[in-house]
């Protein structure tokens, strides 16, 4: 065979090098939610989401996995609509919730492990979801909005006309709602040889919602969470704990506490709750971190202090955006102490507490996000999902008294052995008065230190969330296209005490600001940094904080504002959720214009000279657009500043974790589209 044609063949057979990754990538993502661990341990089920094949949704399937790590995945359904498998207590049915349609309601489905197609175990009008069996198997409770008059004939006369009486009317998930309809418990009977749905009964009534149901350890009762008060916006949170007899009657109250109660765990001997929650403080904070609490005889001790917040909580742009998860408290057989995930320092890890001592023992440790898990009814083994910041989630499972992982799937390997990717750098410096913060900087994958790069200063929302150990997409293709990407957690940032977290109460933005600058600075002293070629961007509240950086100074050359604030006083009005309370400004706009004012950046538009793109969702109710993107784009084309604007139709203000792939996938090339014009010198001729 002559040399050219050996050549040719042995390229053939050679995998292509690593590559940078792009933002299409996405398309290619998979991730795996909701890890449900069978009650014996040795199985774990979970779902699977990944992008459809034209990329403008996302598909959901069961999946199912032996926990010893010997033997590969395998799938159990076949529709690319399923989610929330739960096991019944013998671990042989498999209870899951099916959409038949994009758009109709959700019902719950029984698999067999033994085999077979899942039979369809519900027929309510609104959908099921929320789904918990009961101890002894023969009956699954749910949540549903569903009520009578959905089974009566259409009303033809009926207005379409919404009339509103509440301050709360939108939600930037559900759209507008509905103040007669409420989540309520139901039950239904478990035949695992019936042919047709079952009949569900309604457990609970009335004009409040019902969440984080579960059962009593003795199957007599259902527990749940709840907040008995018709607008609830006038005054501190405080949801109580409940419970109702399993076939319904009067409810009565468990836990009783000022301040908000969330995953209720009864322990072992039904005699006592652990919960998470805060105690209101005398004055309403900005942000008060949550702890661990045990009720028991009567008497509720704090668990929990320090600089952990409770559950995971780094922020990422690549959690699953379908599927769900979460992560309970989890009881220890003997009763003596509880597992579950707690963030600190951007690193979430599964710790136990021992509620006699409250000694803290960490049970995994490193530098990762632990996402989504759960337990064995007695807690003896785990299945949870993890990442960082160079992969994606994957299943693992976890024996919690000798600390061993397993590793369960691979399902990014072949994709991410394709791509070179950069390990974020960890590192703290101190701001003006002393204070550390703590950041996470993104080379490019070729990084030279002699080079100079460009630099992106990429802000995160809340303002009480953090970044951390945790796969984030968007730096990654940033650091891949040439740029040093640098992520600060400023005060105000979670996972570093409440103290820090609340610091910016009254004062937002503010030192946060003062805390970004000089991250910049301690970059620029490295030496690798053009001074001349900086960018900013963020998204939420890290949309107002790009606002308020091109406001006061003009060292950027490129700026992308997301989902932004402009005008503190016309969000106060039209955010779909209220501030009647003082816990970012002292009084409302009506009674204190300037304070809201003073902490605006439309107020100080015209200091602006750095090129700004706003990106918008057209559906965003959080962050509305005419209080943010719209009305900086208006007022800097009325000075003729350099400015453009993106906006994406039917996207809410979860863009860019949740929404649509396609627009995804767009919205992160018109951001880089525009850095590379400004801070690059490329020739960007039309929008990506």
Known sequence: MPRLLVLLALAALTPPGPRPITSKDLYQ????ADPRISPDGSLAAYTLVQVAEKGDKYETSLWVVATDGQTAPRRLTSSTRDRAPRWSPDGRTLAFVRNATDTGAA????????GGEPRRLTDVAKGAGALA???????????????????APPDKDKSDVRVVTRAVYRDNDEGWLDPTRHDHIYVVDVDLGADTPAKARAVTSGNYDEEDVQWARDGSQILFVSDRVDEPYYDNPDDDAFAVPKNGGAMAKTIDIDGPIRGV????????????GWINPAHRQSYTQSAIFWSHDGTITKLTSGEAEVGSSVTGDQHPPRGGGGGPIVWSADGKGLYLATTEHGRSNIVRIDVATKAVESVTAGAHDVVAYSATPNGSRFALTMSDGTHLSDLYALDPATKALTQLTHVNDDLFKQLTLSTPERITYKSFDGTPIEAWIVKPPDFSPTKKYPLILNIHGGPHSAYGETFFHEFQVMAARGYVVLAPNPRGSTTYGESFGNIIQYHYPGDDYKDLMIGVDTLLKRGYI?????GVTGGSGGGLLTNWVVTQTHRFQAAVSQRSIADWAAWWYT???????PSWFKEPPFKDPQEYALRSPITYIGNVTTPLMLVEGESDSRTPSGSGGYTMFRALKAMHKQTEMVVFPGETHELSRSGKPVHRVARLDHIIGWFDKYLANKQVSEAP
């Open 133 to 151: 069996w009961s101890p002894d198997g023969k009956t699954i409770a749910f949540t549903s909005t569903t009520l009578p008059s959905d089974t």
């Open 107 to 114: 019902q719950i489905y029984l698999l067999s492990l033994a």
């Open 29 to 32: 993502f998979k991730w795996v």
């Open 530 to 534: 053009d001074e001349k070629r900086l």
């Open 575 to 581: 955010a779909d959720f209220t501030l009647f309370t």
């Open 265 to 276: 765990a009864q322990s072992p001997d039904g005699k006592s709750y652990a919960f998470a």
